[in-house]
């Protein structure tokens, strides 16, 4: 029961998140301006600019449910004009539109906030953007339609 629980959790989740990084390393215009793109963590000696993605779902068994997309933009300058441009082309990227996958839209996402986080090391900048996701689970919903009792 509990690994089918976290079956149907990562179902949605992983849909989210090869959706999320098709757009980052689709876009031309971002990928001229970081050297990389990582899920969860960056490697240990990656160069600047970078980001870090990662996707937060809530446990409920519903057919909708919610979920955060944390965006981590990492940077080392003098100044924070970079890593602000980054937010930029994130912002266009994310903020209310539709996630649409094998042309079926299952979930829509919105800008909720950000903020620079203060970081020991002079000359590196670290901003952090949320954005939440409002999506339909799948495994639900195929539930649903195909009469499952589970």
């Known amino acids: 029961m509990i690994a089918d629980r976290v079956e149907q959790i990562n179902e949605t989740q992983g849909l989210l998140t090869v959706w999320i990084r098709g ?41 909708m449910t919610s ?3 944390f965006l981590g933009l990492w940077d080392y300058g003098k100044f924070e004009d970079r890593i ?3 937010r930029g082309h994130l912002l266009r990227l994310f903020d209310q539109r539709k996630v649409c996958v094998d042309g079926k839209c299952m979930a829509r996402i919105w ?23 409002r999506n339909d689970r799948k495994v ?11």
Not at 28 to 55: C, G, H, T, W
Not at 113 to 123: H, K, M, S, V
């Open 23 to 63: 757009q980052m390393l689709g876009d031309s215009k971002l990928m001229n301006e970081v050297d990389d793109v990582y899920s969860l963590q960056a490697d240990k000696d990656a160069d600047f600019p970078y980001i870090v993605y990662r996707v937060g779902t809530d446990s409920q068994q519903n057919t």
């Open 111 to 133: 800008h909720s906030n950000g903020d620079f986080i203060p970081e020991p090391t002079e000359g590196v900048w670290h901003r952090e953007e949320m954005f939440n996701i």
């Open 84 to 86: 602000l441009r980054l």
């Open 140 to 150: 639900e919903l195929e539930n649903i339609y195909n009469g499952s009792e589970n």
């Open 67 to 69: 979920s955060s997309l």
